[in-house]
């Protein structure tokens, strides 16, 4: 005969300490780990398609794997920088 614990009760009990947790330690600081996040982001945006803007990319070559990936992020940041439309010269996204 297998005993077997009541798991519900436990993860329950697990679930909310962590709610608890993530509400006394983490949640004050989310707005500011976003913010920080994005900032970094865009940076990051910034260098891999800087050659769109006419500044030279030292990093161009690198970047070629990452393209495909950041094409899809790239109507969101280009308008969050405060472009209306993308840079002249690249690929048209909008």
Do not use: K
């Amino acid at each position: 005969m297998v005993v077997t614990t009541p798991a519900p009760r436990w993860r329950r009990w697990l679930r909310e300490a962590r709610d608890i947790y993530e509400g006394l330690y983490i949640a004050p600081y989310r707005a500011t780990i976003h913010r920080e996040y994005l900032r970094q982001h865009d940076a990051f945006m910034l260098m891999g398609f800087s050659d769109l803007l006419g500044v030279p990319n030292p990093v161009q070559f690198y970047m070629l794997e990452l393209y495909p990936s950041l094409i899809d992020e790239f109507h969101e940041w280009h308008v969050r920088v405060g472009m209306e439309h993308p840079p002249e010269g690249g690929f048209r996204c909008c």
